[in-house]
């Protein structure tokens, strides 16, 4: 059925390509400009109710200029496939996990450390901190897109198939799925596990054909993406908190009169604001539905012992890159600001 599903959204793919080739950069049938925002997550998430949110504000406030697009659930394609549309114009925006940026710009790798904030309180800061974010965001003009705004993607834990993972010796010898970037697979090597790189929407048929024994996501992937029906525990190791960015195309950002782009910054934060507002729920909903439909085993170890293991990759990455020690200590200040929760899976 998956598989089914992937083909009709691959030909859709092709067909809304072509119409792209021939629409892009100018005017709709009815001379309004399309603008397109790609994603790969399901009708029902908070990156999709923001993204919506964004299209009525957009659609508002100028939508005798722009028709706002939004094709969820992969339809433009794979995340990296559409974070390279959105690099030549095809497409305007997408949002892309953090974690695929920094094979397009390394100044990404700082958020995809683990172990990198205390607490979601820190992270929260962080990412709401201008000075923090807004270098980061703008580096990557000369790969041709903007970061716009950040989006929660809340906190990153391992889910398995049989395997329940109290400790770090757990995940010997099993193929744990990880996002295509070189700091998560050198995480996995750190804890002793087999590192997987591979596309989000190609994870659901490999747990199931045992390609790989388990993943590691936010609670919304158990059910919006139906990992919970493969795998039967969640381990809250809490090992990553790594979020997700809305990108834009830099030509079609900097070519907008100084009018429409106040509006279009003002649409960037209601995609921010109205995203976490509904990730709250939409991750304590999807955990009671894992837990007591799909019959997901919840595990509460203790992060510490993952936490040391995967340290050390802090200093190895700010050695490689070492532009990034002044954001990396300025973080290091709101972890003291905002010390650990004492409840991890609160
Ligand atoms: C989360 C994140 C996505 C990302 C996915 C993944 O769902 O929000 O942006 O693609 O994890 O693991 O690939």
Known sequence: MKKYLRSIALCLAMVLMLGLTTSCGGGGTDGRTIIRIGHNQSENHPTHKGLTAFQEFINEKLGDRYDVQVYPSELLGS?????QLTQTGAIDFVVASNAILETFNKTYEIFNLPYLFVSTEAYHHVMDDPDIVGPIFSATKESGFYGCTWIDAGTRNFYTKDTPINSPDDLKGLKIRVQQSPTNVMMMDLLGGSASPMGFGEVYTSLQAGIIDGAENNEMALVDNGHGEVCKFYSYDMHQMVPDILLVNAEFLDNLPAD?????EEG?????????EAWVDAVAEAKDYAENVQKVEFLYPDPAAFQEKCLPLHQTVLDNNPALQPVYDAIMEYNKEYPPQTDAAE
């Open 79 to 83: 995340q990296t496939d559409m974070v």
């Open 260 to 264: 429409e782009r106040a509006i279009f």
């Open 268 to 276: 960037f934060k209601i995609v921010n604001q109205v995203e976490r």
